[in-house]
C-alpha cells in the first residue's frame, strides 16, 4: 500500500513493469509481422491477439504507471465507469456499419472490393 | 494520513485585484466571472432575440420586407438556435449560475483553479467574437444550414455562408468547448473535492447537484462535437470525406466519395442530446431550490431528485438516435431509443411530482422567482408530454419537422430553462448586488413572458405546417389556410411583444443596481450557504477568516417546534434530549 | 468521519467516500483530480475519433489499402512491415517509463533525478514527433493526401492524418508541458510540495501513451 506521502512503491516493481510492456508490444508487433490471420483467411485469432495484447498493455499503464491500482476504489469506479456509454456508441456504430454498407452494395450498386488492397510502393 | 498532507483551503491564498482591469476584466473571482459570462450571454441572446424578429417575421408577414432574403430568413434561424442553446443557455446556466453558486454554496473560496477559471471565460469570449465574425462586410454572412449543421448541405455552396460562415461557426464550437472544459473542470473539482465541512454530497442542495450532473455530461458529451466540428472543417478545407458522400450539386460533380452523412447526425445528437440535459438539470436544480424556500417547505423527496438527476444523466447517453428516426438509420434502431426514450421519462416525471408535491398545502409566498418556478413547471409539463410523441417512432415519422417539433423543444428546452434563468436571477440578484429588483416590474416582465410564450408556442402545436420553409404561400400553390396565416401572425405580433418585455427586465437590472431597495443578508429567508456569508454582496474569498460548517440540509423549513420557519445549513444541531 | 473513510475497503468504502464530507477522492489533491477528469474528458475524444474511424472504414464500400504494407520499411533490401511504426511505439514505452521513474523520484524528494528524468521523457516524446514527421513525409512523398490515395478508400488517408496528427499534437503538447514543469521543479516552486505536480504531468504522459496503445491496435494492426 501506499505510504504516507503520495504514491510511493520500489523500483524494482516500475523496471517490471516496464520490461513486460516491452514484451507486450513485441508481442502485438508480431501479430502482424507474421501476417497472422491473413496466412489462413480467418481473422478471429488475429482479432483476439490484438485485443488480448492492447487491453493488457493499456490495463498495465493505468493501473501500474498511472497507479491507478492504488487509488481507492471511489476514484476507480468513477474513471472507469463513463467510458461505458462510449461502448454503447461503438456497439451501436459497429451494427448500423454494416447496414450502411449493405445498403450501399445493394442500392447504389457500389462494387465490394476485396479486402485489404495490395499497396505499391513509389519510393522507399 | 495521506490527507493530512494536502493544505486545506483556508490556508490557500488568493489573488487580490490590484487594479481596475484585475478587479472587473481579468479577474480571478468566481463572483466576477460569473456576473462576465452572464453580461456576455444575456448580450449575445439580445442577438438572438432580434433574430427570432426577423425570423417570425417573415412567416407572419411574407414579403413584407424586401431584405429579409431567404439567405438572411435561414441565417437568423441557425445563428438564432446555436446562439439560444449554446451560447445563452448553457453558458448562463453553468457559466453564470454555476460559477456564482458552486463556491458559494459549498461553502469554498472559490473554484479550485481561479486561473483556469478567467482563462474560461475569456476563450468563451473570444468564441461569442468568433461567432459572429460571420456578419462582418466581406464574410457574405453566417451559416445559414440550421442549427444542427447536417452535411452534405452545411458544406455545400447553395446554404447561405458556405464559405465563411460554416467555418467560423465550427471554429466558434471548437474555442466554445475548450472554454466549456477549463470551466467544467474546475466546477466538478471544485464540488467533488473542495466542499467544506460537513457538506456531504446528500447534503448539497439540489441546484449544486444540477449543475454538477450537467457539467460531468457536457465533458463527457462536447467532444462528440468537438470531434464532428474537427471532421467537418475537414471536410470543408482539405476535401477529405468523413460526411460527404459522392455527390452533385449544381451540375458539377464534387470530390467528394463514400462518406458517411448518417455518421456526423449520430455525433451530433450523441452530443445533442446530452446537451439538453445539460440545460435542462441545472434548470431543474435551480428550480427545486426556488420552489423549495418560497414554498417554506423541504423539497419533497430529496434523494429520489438527486437519483433522478444521476439517472436522467446516465441515460442521457443512450437515447440519442430519437432525434433521427426518419434519418434512415438502421431500421432496428428506432425499437431500442423509442425505449430508452420512454425510460428517461420516468425520472423526469419523478421531478415534477416532486415539485408539485413540494407546492401540496405549502406556505406558499408569491415572488417573482416563485411565479417563474411555478410558470417553469407548468411550461416544462406541457414540453415534456409533447416530447412522449416525439419519442415514439411511429407517431415521431408524421410529427417530423413540423411546427409540433418547433413548438416541443421550444417549450421544454427553450422557454423552461429561460424561465428558470429569470427566476434565478430574480433570487440571487439580491446576494450579487446587495438590492432587490423591482417587485411591480418584474411581476409585468413576468406575467408578459409567461402568457405570451404560451400564445406564441402552444398555437404551434396544432398549426401543424413543415417547419424551416421561407414561404408557404408562393402564386397559386397557398398551401396554408387564411385561419393559418392569422394564427401565424398573430404568433409573430406576441413575438414582438414578448421579446420588448425583456427589455423592461433589463431595465430593471440596471436601475435596480443603483436605486433598487437594500435586500440585506437573507431576504428570501433562505437556508443554503450562500445567504450566510459575512457580508453582501460577498467579497473575494466569500467567507471570513474560517470556512462555514454544515451542519443540516439545505431545506430545513418550516420545522414544527422551531422559533423560526427556516434553519440555515451552519446552524447547529440540538443536542439529542 | 475522513479518517474513518480512509481504513475501509471494497464497496463499503465507495459509499463511505461518496457520503463524506470536503473531499470525495480521498488524499487526491486538487490537481491530480482535475487531470484525472480531463483525462476522461479526452478519452471521450480519441473514443470518438476511433469510433468515427470504425466507421467510415466498416462502411466504405471501396477496398481498404493494407496498413502491414503501407507502413512497412525496406532496410538492406528486405521489406520489414510496420518497422517504424514498432520503433515509435518502443520509443513511447520508453518515454512511459522513463516518466514513472520521475514520478518515482518526485516522490523521493529526488529533486535533481526527477528532473532528470522528466527531460529524457520529453526527448523521447520529441523524438516520437520526429518519427512521426517522417512517416507523415514519406506518406505524402507516395501519394496519400487527406482526400486520396494510390490505393483504395480516400478514408485512409483523412483518418490516418487526422488520428495520428491529433495524437501527434498531443505528444507535442505533452513535450512543452514536460519542458516547462521541469524547468519549474528544477528552480524550486514546488519545493513546499509533495510533488505531486510530477505524477499529474506524469498523467498526461501516460495516457498520451494509452492512446498510442489503441490507435496502434486499431490503425495499423486492422
Known sequence: MSSDVGQQHPLALYFWIWGLLFVISAGSYLIDFFQVGYDVGTMELRWALILVFMFLKAGYIVAVFMHLKWERLALIYALLLPPGVLMVLVGLMAWEADYTWLTRVVYFGAEVAPQPAPVEHVIH | ????????????????????????????????????????????????????????????????????????????????????????????????????????????????????????????????????????????????????????????????????????????????????????????????????????????????????????????????????????????????????????????????????????QHLFWFFGHPEVYIVALPAFGVVSDLISVHARKNIFGYRLMVWAIVAIGGLSFIVWAHHMYVAGMHPYFGFFFATTTLIIAVPTAIKVYNWTLTLWRANIRFTVPMLFAIAF???????????????????????????????????????????????????????????????????????????????????????????????????????????????????????????????LFIYNLIVSYRHGREAGDNPWEANSLEWRTPQTPPVHGNWGERLPTVHRWAYDFSVPGEERDFIPQDVPRKAQA | MAEAAAQSTGLASIAKDWSSDVTTFKGVPWGKAMMWIFLLSDTFIFGIFLTSYMTVRATTAEAWPNPSEVFSLTLFGTTVPLLLIAIMTFDLITSSGTMALAVNYGYRRDKKKAVIFMLATAFFGFVFVGMQAFEWYKLISEGVRPWGNPWGAAQFGSCFFMITGFHGLHVSAGVVYLSIISYRVWRGKYDDTNFEIVEITGLYWHFVDLVWVFIFAFFYLW
Not at chain 2, 426577423?54 to 414579403?63: E, S
Not at chain 2, 458522400?245 to 455518421?263: D, F, V
Open chain 2, 1 to 264: 494520513m495521506a490527507q493530512a498532507e494536502i493544505p486545506y483551503q483556508e490556508a490557500i491564498p488568493l489573488h487580490d485585484p490590484h487594479s481596475w482591469i484585475t478587479k472587473y476584466w481579468f479577474s480571478q473571482d468566481h463572483k466576477v466571472i460569473a456576473v462576465q459570462y452572464g453580461i456576455t450571454a444575456v448580450a449575445v441572446g439580445l442577438v438572438a432575440l432580434v433574430l427570432s424578429w426577423i425570423m417570425r417575421t417573415q412567416i407572419g408577414f411574407p414579403g413584407m420586407f424586401e431584405w429579409i432574403t431567404p439567405d438572411i430568413y435561414y441565417q437568423s434561424v441557425t445563428m438564432h438556435g446555436m446562439i439560444m442553446v449554446i451560447y445563452l443557455l448553457t453558458a448562463f446556466l453553468l457559466g453564470s449560475f454555476g460559477n456564482y453558486l458552486v463556491p458559494l454554496m459549498l461553502g469554498a473560496r472559490d473554484m479550485v483553479f481561479p486561473f483556469v477559471n478567467m482563462i474560461s471565460y475569456h476563450v468563451y469570449f473570444a468564441s461569442v467574437i468568433i461567432l459572429m465574425l460571420g456578419y462582418l462586410p466581406g464574410m457574405e454572412g453566417p451559416t445559414g444550414a440550421g442549427w444542427t449543421l447536417y452535411p452534405p448541405q452545411a458544406i455545400l455552396s447553395g446554404t447561405p455562408g458556405a464559405d465563411w460562415g460554416i467555418l467560423t461557426m465550427l471554429a466558434s464550437l471548437a474555442v466554445f468547448i475548450v472554454a466549456f472544459t477549463m470551466g467544467g473542470l474546475n466546477y466538478i473539482t471544485t464540488i467533488l473535492q473542495a466542499r467544506t465541512r460537513g457538506m456531504t454530497m446528500m447534503r448539497m442542495p439540489l441546484s449544486i447537484w444540477g449543475i454538477g450532473m450537467a457539467t460531468v455530461l457536457g465533458l463527457l458529451a462536447f467532444p462528440a462535437l468537438f470531434v464532428s466540428a474537427i471532421m467537418m472543417t475537414l471536410d470543408n478545407v482539405l476535401g477529405t470525406s468523413f460526411f460527404m458522400p459522392a455527390i452533385s450539386s449544381a451540375g458539377a460533380e464534387h470530390e467528394y466519395e463514400g462518406g458517411s452523412p448518417l455518421l456526423f
Open chain 2, 377 to 503: 413547471v407548468l411550461t416544462f409539463v406541457v414540453g415534456g408530454l409533447t416530447g412522449l410523441f416525439l419519442g415514439n417512432v411511429i407517431v415521431d415519422v408524421p410529427l417530423s419537422d413540423t411546427y409540433f417539433v418547433v413548438a416541443h423543444f421550444h417549450m421544454v428546452m427553450g422557454v423552461a430553462p429561460i424561465l428558470v434563468i429569470f427566476g434565478g436571477i430574480y433570487h440571487w440578484y439580491p446576494k450579487i448586488t446587495g438590492r432587490m429588483l423591482n417587485d411591480t416590474i418584474g411581476r409585468i416582465h413576468f406575467w408578459i413572458t409567461f402568457i405570451g410564450t404560451y400564445a406564441i408556442y402552444f398555437p404551434m402545436h396544432f398549426l401543424a405546417i413543415p417547419r424551416r420553409y421561407y414561404e408557404y404561400n408562393v402564386g397559386e400553390s397557398a398551401i396554408l389556410t387564411p385561419s393559418m396565416d392569422i394564427l401565424n401572425q398573430s404568433i409573430t405580433i406576441t413575438a414582438y411583444i414578448v421579446g420588448i418585455a425583456q427589455f
